[in-house]
Nanobody, 115 residues
Framework: QVRLVESGGDLVQPGGSLTLTCAAS????????ISWYRQIPGKERELVAT????????DYLDSVKGRFTISRDNAIMTVYLQMNGLIPEDTAVYYC????????WGQGTLVIVPS
């Protein structure tokens, strides 16, 4: 059974940092890219960053470039999103995503950066 479990969401002050974790199980982890998406209520889900199966970060959202870093640890089947310099516009539910047929999503973790 494929599972993606996000954690690490919190309320953090502007300028602060946070690391999100996506723990994966139930599939050959090293064979898949994994992405982080985020969604603000009332808006479409948007791609934040992807880490390829070859461990190459890519597809960073323009507004997070230079502030966010995606990484993976294949030994423990985990993907991270290190977020620095957080701003109120980063407030959203952050989701972990595995592509494929079918695709899989985690349940999301909430990040709040008050204005």
């Amino acid at each position: 059974q494929v599972r993606l479990v996000e954690s690490g969401g919190d309320l953090v002050q502007p300028g602060g940092s946070l690391t999100l974790t996506c723990a994966a199980s139930g599939f050959p982890f090293t064979a898949y890219p994994i992405s982080w998406y985020r969604q603000i209520p009332g808006k479409e889900r948007e791609l934040v960053a992807t880490i390829t199966a070859e461990d190459i970060p890519t597809d960073y959202l323009d507004s997070v470039k230079g502030r966010f870093t995606i990484s993976r640890d294949n030994a423990i089947m985990t993907v991270y999103l290190q977020m620095n310099g957080l701003i109120p516009e980063d407030t959203a539910v952050y989701y972990c995503h595995r592509p494929g047929w079918p695709e899989y999503w985690g349940q999301g973790t909430l990040v709040i950066v008050p204005s």
